[in-house]
């Protein structure tokens, strides 16, 4: 969907393929994620968020 996200409803017009690719993306880089969401821990350590935040950037240039 183009413009801001500001709910649930904006969430819904979002492109489910396009989303299913992105999670796809992020596994192969080993990163496993809900289909839908983003689920932090507090046991995460700095080098894990490092390579959550580098399969992103991997993710969205695949995109």
Do not use: C, H, W
Not at 4 to 28: H, I, Q, S, T
Not at 37 to 57: G, R
């Amino acid at each position: 969907a183009d413009g801001p996200v500001r709910n649930y409803r904006d969430v819904m017009k979002g492109d489910a393929g396009k989303l299913a690719r992105f999670n796809a993306l992020l596994r192969e880089q080993g990163i496993f994620k809900s289909p839908s969401k983003f689920y932090p821990s507090l046991a995460l350590t700095d080098e894990d968020i490092a390579k959550t935040v580098d399969a992103i950037a991997y993710a969205a240039k695949k995109l």
